[in-house]
């Protein structure tokens, strides 16, 4: 899946926000509108609106890339739905259906994190790799796997931020916050659970806290997975909590070291090769693209 130049949309389907492009790829984005989630029926309309008018009218055909858990495989019955969300009023919403109908032009969804590894894949830091993950870690964590270039999925899609993995010697006490699991990845990793152990915004940590050396240890484990499950030979990390100084190389030598010069997925240092994303906050926008590139007739 790749995109050939011509001008497409794109929807960042976020929890918190919503990104609408017009565009046929970095540096070259025709228009731009970015806006709060709300209500369903009000954020479809804002972003179907987006679409009938103005610049949004020349894109040739329009890709999601959608927050989940959502049913991506065209066979799904529920195809372009959201499914059982947390996210209040969203539960059961068909996200693609109000985008097709009002726009007219082809539409396709893909979750948030393999449209973000389309994108990476294409402009970004996964250029030249077809066996890749993109990992983000913010209000939860998720992953979205690239085998031979195309999206991994089976009944649904992968769910990796939810393993388990082993506890950090000094974390015993933490119960952790996912409402599933507990202390699953995502309820010891994610940004909420940073400020639910640590009793303040994330951001306000220092870079030499003990948080983060805790933080890389279980993000370690999740890319240590991706490699050994996945079979994946690059994994991106993305989202608010691995922006900050340092993270991203700190996992990738824990990463290395539980690995143990297993895999093919370690640099000369024998450091597992975890890089930051190239497309930043851009990659669900941009990725976006490249999903649209496969709804159009060919
Ligand atoms: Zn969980």
Not at 34 to 50: N, Q, V
Not at 80 to 87: C, D, N
Not at 155 to 179: K, N, Q
Not at 210 to 218: F, G, K, L, M, V
Request: glycine share 16%; with cysteine.
């Amino acid at each position: 899946m790749r995109t050939g130049g011509q001008i497409l949309g794109g929807i960042d389907a976020g929890g918190t926000s919503f990104r609408c492009i017009v565009a046929t790829g970095p540096g070259q984005i025709l228009a731009e509108e970015r806006f709060a989630t709300t209500s369903p029926d009000e954020t479809l309309a804002r972003a179907a609106a987006f679409f009938a008018d103005g610049p949004g009218r020349q894109a040739a055909a329009i890709g999601i890339a959608c927050f989940g858990p959502v049913a991506v495989d065209p066979a799904h019955p529920r195809y372009g739905t959201i499914l059982s969300t947390p996210k209040h009023g969203w539960s059961f919403c068909d996200v693609l259906g109000p985008i097709r109908a009002a726009s007219g032009r082809p539409v396709a969804i893909e979750t948030d994190v393999i449209a973000a590894a389309l994108g990476e894949r294409q402009w970004g830091a996964g250029q030249g790799e077809d066996n890749l993950a993109y990992v983000t870690v913010g209000t939860g964590v998720g992953a979205g796997i690239l085998s031979q270039g195309k999206p991994f999925h089976g009944a649904l899609h992968s769910e990796a931020g939810h393993i388990r993995v082993p506890r950090h010697p000094d974390d015993g006490a933490f119960a952790g916050v996912c409402r599933f699991h507990g202390d699953c990845l995502e309820g010891l990793a994610s940004a909420p659970a940073l400020a639910a152990r640590w009793g303040c915004d994330p951001a306000d940590l220092p870079d030499d806290h003990q948080a983060w050396e805790i933080e890389a240890h279980y993000l370690a484990h999740l890319c240590a997975t991706l490699v050994l499950v996945g079979a994946v030979r690059r994994v991106i990390l993305g989202g608010g909590v691995c922006a900050r100084s340092g993270l991203v190389g700190r996992v990738a030598r824990r990463a290395g070291d539980l690995l143990g010069g297993y895999e093919a997925s370690l640099d000369v240092d024998g450091h597992a090769i975890v890089v930051p994303p190239g497309l930043g906050l851009q990659a669900g926008s941009l990725g976006a693209l490249v999903v649209a590139a496969s709804a159009c007739p060919v």
